[in-house]
T-cell receptor, first 115, second 114 residues
Framework: AQSVTQPDARVTVSEGASLQLRCKYS??????LFWYVQYPRQGLQLLLK??????VVQGVNGFEAEFSKSNSSFHLRKASVHWSDSAVYFC?????????????FGIGTRVLVRP | DPKIIQKPKYLVAVTGSEKILICEQY?????MYWYRQSAKKPLEFMFS???????DNQTASSRFQPQSSKKNHLDLQITALKPDDSATYFC?????????????FGPGTRLLVL
């Protein structure tokens, strides 16, 4: 069974501050992990993904995430947020080598960036 | 130009009626999917198709029927609509249907059942 937990439903940060969004996963096999972002009234856009190798992966718009197998985590970070980063962020898990590519989503973390 | 088109953008239906949600992708992908986003619930997987063949079905109800008339089309027919079906339905696609393939999402169809 697969599951994703995002413990923070809402996060408020000031513009220019750093941001960390937490994600814990549970997977019966080797995971593929993604972070997607959903801006208001839009679809989901991929920020970054982890398959293997370097546990720190770089994404778009200055985002990065760190995979930890020992902690079953895949936390997202950004050093300095902009007001346009206000959105909902989803941590997503996919099973490796499984036919029928089913994504398992976390509940999402709504980020509000204050000016 | 949008690469994944979903039509309509908004849809209002009455309980008991039937609707079809349209999805077309122009990414040249071989796998397509449907997901549902309901209020207060995580996005949930519904169906996956690969080369127009159903690969996985996680919906509990036969009222939801995917239809693939062309490789780049995956429509979703919903019959006997209920208020609980109110949600945003997202179509997605990926190059192949393996776990490592990135899925790209359409803008969604927001369905309201009265």
């Amino acid at each position: 069974a697969q599951s994703v937990t995002q413990p923070d439903a809402r996060v408020t940060v000031s513009e220019g501050a750093s941001l960390q969004l937490r994600c814990k996963y549970s997977s019966s096999g080797t995971p593929y992990l993604f972070w997607y972002v959903q801006y208001p009234r839009q679809g989901l856009q991929l920020l970054l993904k982890y398959y293997s190798g370097d546990p720190v992966v770089q994404g778009v718009n200055g985002f990065e995430a760190e995979f930890s197998k020992s902690n079953s985590s895949f936390h997202l970070r950004k050093a300095s947020v902009h007001w346009s980063d206000s959105a909902v962020y989803f941590c997503v898990l996919s099973a490796r080598h499984s036919a029928g590519n089913k994504l398992t989503f976390g509940i999402g973390t709504r980020v509000l960036v204050r000016p | 130009d949008p690469k994944i088109i979903q039509k309509p953008k908004y849809l209002v239906a009455v309980t008991g009626s039937e609707k079809i949600l349209i999805c077309e992708q122009y990414l040249g992908h071989n796998a397509m999917y449907w997901y549902r986003q309901s209020a207060k619930k995580p996005l949930e997987f519904m169906f996956s198709y690969s080369y127009q063949k159903l690969m996985d079905n996680q919906t509990a109800s036969s009222r939801f029927q995917p239809q693939s008339s062309k490789k780049n089309h995956l429509d979703l027919q919903i019959t006997a609509l209920k208020p609980d079906d109110s949600a945003t339905y997202f179509c997605a696609s990926s190059q192949e249907d393996w776990g490592q393939d990135t899925q790209y999402f359409g803008p969604g169809t927001r369905l309201l059942v009265l």
